[in-house]
């Protein structure tokens, strides 16, 4: 199992950019994929991206396409997420999560703030 601290949020005006950090504690053998989520008061958790752990192979909500970039650095066991040309919609709580093999999104962080202001 592993502890997920995620840290970068901040406040940018639109059009800005911003990276945030997922720092990975534990034992990540047995981890399949890292994601990236969002939340904004009265929604549903939203997915964002996530990338295969081991191969870096990636998926994207259409909405992020060709402005958000997931990646890892499995050496520093970090999860990145490079945001560009941000939107006021992109306003939300950002949180990482695991996967393990063969199961569900299981392991959270607290979350990181991001606001967007127009």
Do not use: H
């Amino acid at each position: 199992q592993v502890q997920l601290a995620e840290s970068g949020g901040g406040l940018v005006q639109a059009g800005g950019s911003l990276r945030l950090s997922c720092a990975v504690s534990g034992r990540t053998f047995g981890t399949y994929s890292m994601g990236w989520f969002r939340q904004t008061p009265g929604k549903e958790r939203e997915f964002v991206a996530t990338i295969t752990w081991f191969d870096g192979r990636t998926t994207y909500a259409d909405f992020v396409k060709g402005r958000f970039t997931i990646s890892r650095d499995n050496a520093k066991k970090t999860l990145y997420l490079q945001m560009n040309s941000l939107k006021p919609e992109d306003t939300a709580v950002y949180y990482c999560a695991e996967r393990r093999s063969g199961g569900q999104f299981g392991s959270w962080g607290q979350g990181t703030q991001v606001t967007v202001s127009s």
